[in-house]
Nanobody
Framework: QVHLVQSGGGLVQAGGSLRLSCAAS????????MAWYRQAPGKQREWVAS???????DYVDSVKGRFTISRDTGRNTVYLQMNSLKPEDTAAYYC????????WGQGTQVTVSS
């Protein structure tokens, strides 16, 4: 079993920055994939970024150059640094851990005002 606890998020003006954190506990293997997703009201959950076994990262096109995913293996924590935020980034953000199953954090709201 894996438990994910998120922190960060909040309200920010367009152009601002926020950092999300996701701390994992339980049957964690540092080599597994961790990712961030988001879900805006009335829309499906969307993959945002992921970081893999060797630290390789990937991003949805809409956040490339603005968001950075990173992980602290020793602390079993993954981060999402979000810069140059836009109103369209407004959503509930969720971290995930994929091992034998996929586990989700509780979600955190990010609201970007114009």
């Amino acid at each position: 079993q894996v438990h994910l606890v998120q922190s960060g998020g909040g309200l920010v003006q367009a152009g601002g920055s926020l950092r999300l954190s996701c701390a994992a506990s339980g049957s964690i293997f540092s080599a597994n994939v961790m990712a961030w997703y988001r879900q805006a009201p009335g829309k499906q959950r969307e993959w945002v970024a992921s970081i893999g076994r060797t630290g390789g990262t990937d991003y949805v096109d809409s956040v490339k150059g603005r968001f950075t995913i990173s992980r602290d293996t020793g602390r079993n924590t993954v981060y999402l640094q979000m810069n140059s935020l836009k109103p369209e980034d407004t959503a509930a953000y969720y971290c995930s851990y994929t091992g034998a199953a996929t586990y989700w954090g509780q979600g955190t709201q990010v609201t970007v005002s114009s």
